[in-house]
Each structure stands twice: as structure tokens, then as C-alpha cells.
């Protein structure tokens, strides 16, 4: 399982994701990418999942012909402690999530 950390998503959550292959947008020079373009090149490269909090990706992109399953977090703002709390449910959700699925992982405080 190949993990991105999509551009909104700030780089030291990482660190929250030890136990697996991780990289950033902009560690793999795709920094600027639209989100049609990311999938695709997501894809090519063996990712399997998009960590994002964008919330409309879902609405805009055909996931399953993507071939990418994506976790959205939906926090208060995408700062890094709004996030990190998010991140025990986030990695339970990494290990039953298939490809075309889009699963949001939540704040109780929105």
C-alpha cells in the first residue's frame, strides 16, 4: 500500500503514517497538479490511496476510473493539530478501504 499526502495536507502528518510508504505531492514533484492529473499520475507511480482534505474531490473525479481509493479528513481547518487527532481512525480506515472508495474520517468538533 502506497499512501500520498495530497498538497493541503500539511507535511508532518506524515509522521502520523510511520507504518507505511508515504510521500507528499510535493516530494514527487507534482506540486500544482490538478486533481484529474494527480490521479493519473498516482496511479503510474503504485499509489493506492490519496489522504486529502479536500472534500470535493469525490464530486469532481471518477474514482473508480481512477483506480485510487481516497481518505478525506474533515477537521475544523487543515492545520496540523486539527488533523493529527483524526489520524487513529484515519489509519484503521487504511486497512479496509478499496480502490474507487472514498471514506471521510471526522472531527467530533466541526
Known amino acids: 500500500m502506497q499512501i500520498l499526502l495530497d498538497e493541503c495536507v500539511p507535511k508532518p ?3 502520523e503514517l510511520a507504518d507505511y510508504e508515504t510521500r507528499t505531492v510535493v516530494e514527487m514533484g507534482w506540486a500544482g497538479k490538478k486533481n484529474g492529473e494527480l490521479l493519473q ?3 503510474q507511480e ?5 489522504l486529502t482534505t479536500d472534500q470535493n474531490l469525490q464530486h469532481q473525479q471518477n474514482l473508480q476510473q481512477a483506480g485510487v481509493a481516497v481518505v478525506v479528513l474533515v477537521a475544523p481547518s487543515n492545520r496540523l493539530p486539527d488533523l493529527v487527532p483524526l489520524m487513529p481512525e484515519a489509519r484503521s480506515v487504511l486497512s479496509i478501504i478499496a ?3 472514498v ?8
Open 13 to 15: 502528518l506524515k509522521r
Open 41 to 43: 499520475l498516482m496511479a
Open 46 to 50: 503504485g499509489f493506492t490511496i490519496l
Open 99 to 101: 480502490s474507487g472508495e
Open 103 to 110: 471514506i471521510e474520517v471526522q472531527s467530533q468538533i466541526l
